[in-house]
């Protein structure tokens, strides 16, 4: 009667040791179909944001959010998105709290300060940049807009000073050779306007700027200003 008693004890606990085994390969399943879906939900608003269908990438994030509300990345994400389509001070949420769930997210200091800059607030953009270059002071863009915003408030030396620094990255030249043009364009010196004019339209010719819609963007603006600054010397 004791071997009996004894086999059903044993056997009683290799069921439960293995309804253990069993629910833990359940959870580790669902664990891993959520991280795919997940990933999956990331990938295609990334997408779609590229293409421009705004609304539905939306749709994915608030589906991301929903089932996980503490990642910063898909906050900020939004907010991105959210800033894109004029939508700003849902953005600027979006990047609270992207910042109160990771405070070293870099690229959330960054676009917050860009949604600063739109409202005026010039002070607390330049905080929020500082803050981005203290956590990586090799973000080439928290460099680029600082001497942007530097030289929207006439401080064009120290403007300067901030794109010379970016260009040390090797990123982005194009770009930085353009707003460094522009910088020496409002300050008043000609010449070194027109140089860094031309560095850029030749960094552009190196690539299809037409196929990326940014560096078209930058094309289009760079004719503009040379433009101005033509009719500017023929005056």
Known sequence: ??????KIEQNNSCNAVSNKIITIEHR???SSKLVFDQRYLRSNALKLA????YSQAIA???QLIYSNFTNAIDFHNRGLIYFQIGENQKAFCDYNTALKLNPKLVAAYNNRANYYVVCGNLTAALADYDQAIDLNPTYVRAWI???ITLRDLGQYEEAIENFEIALLFG??????WAEYGRT???WGDCNCAIAAYNRAFTLLSCINSKKEVFNYRLHLQLESWSNELSYRNLI
């Open 145 to 147: 807009n600082r001497g």
């Open 28 to 30: 580790t399943q669902r």
């Open 184 to 186: 020496y364009h409002l």
């Open 50 to 53: 590229k293409q421009g269908y």
């Open 171 to 176: 990123q982005l030249e194009a770009y930085i």
């Open 60 to 62: 994915f994030f608030n």
């Open 1 to 6: 009667m004791s071997t009996l008693t004894s």
